[in-house]
Nanobody, 116 residues
Framework: QVQLMESGGGLVQPGGSLRLSCAAP????????MGWYRQAPGKQRELVAD???????DYSNSVKGRFTIFKIDAENTVYLQMNSLEPEDTAVYYC??????????WGQGTQVTVSS
């Protein structure tokens, strides 16, 4: 059983910031494109941002310019820095590892709530 360990969610006011982290086993992390997804109540899970093993990144239009995905290979950890948070960003955020372009592993999810 592969475990992706997420942390960093919470309650923040509009305009605030949060940083999510996701740690993976080294053997998984080193051969996976890593991503962050989110799912709001009543909505489908959507891709927020991803980063390839080579460090290329991609973002959904809704978070471009506000969120940054980055990873520290020595820590086997991927981060999602979220700035200028909006109420529409409220969701459960999930870490994903796409291992060897074939297998998907997921974290348990962390709640992000943006509210005044």
């Amino acid at each position: 059983q592969v475990q992706l360990m997420e942390s960093g969610g919470g309650l923040v006011q509009p305009g605030g910031s949060l940083r999510l982290s996701c740690a993976a086993p080294r053997i998984i992390f080193s051969e996976s494109d890593m991503g962050w997804y989110r799912q709001a109540p009543g909505k489908q899970r959507e891709l927020v941002a991803d980063i390839t093993t080579g460090g290329s990144t991609d973002y959904s239009n809704s978070v471009k310019g506000r969120f940054t995905i980055f990873k520290i290979d020595a820590e086997n950890t991927v981060y999602l820095q979220m700035n200028s948070l909006e109420p529409e960003d409220t969701a459960v955020y999930y870490c994903n590892a796409r291992y060897q372009a074939r297998f998907n592993f997921w974290g348990q999810g962390t709640q992000v709530t943006v509210s005044s």
